[in-house]
């Protein structure tokens, strides 16, 4: 059972991420609820928060995910946070959501 990511896969997200210009978190990488599994969570967060920085966009989306940001201190620091992590995700497929649907036919 995986319960979180080690320094060298933390590492290789942010050699990975450095260069990106849009970045959507879904999920965090591990149990970060307990702070013995919280450094991958929190290391990508970090991650995010840096190249945000730098004038990456970065799309937090999910409860989870939104949690581990508030939990770092660095949520604040994200260009956009949304609990609907599987609406936020449907919306980028092109599917309708149906309560943007109902707004639209008002």
Do not use: W, Y
Not at 16 to 29: E, F, H, Q, R, Y
């Amino acid at each position: 059972m995986g319960l979180d990511n080690g320094p060298d896969a933390t590492a290789e997200q942010k050699a990975a991420l450095s260069d990106c210009k849009t970045v959507i978190m879904n999920g965090p990488m591990g149990v970060f609820e307990f702070e013995k599994f919280n450094k991958g969570t929190f290391g990508i967060v970090d991650i995010l928060a840096d190249i945000t920085k730098d004038g990456a966009i970065t799309i937090i989306g999910g409860g989870d995910s939104v949690a581990a940001c508030e939990q770092s201190g660095r949520a604040s620091e994200m260009s956009h946070i949304s609990t609907g992590g599987g609406a936020s995700l449907e919306l980028l497929e092109g599917k309708v959501l149906p309560g943007v649907a109902a707004l639209a036919d008002k």
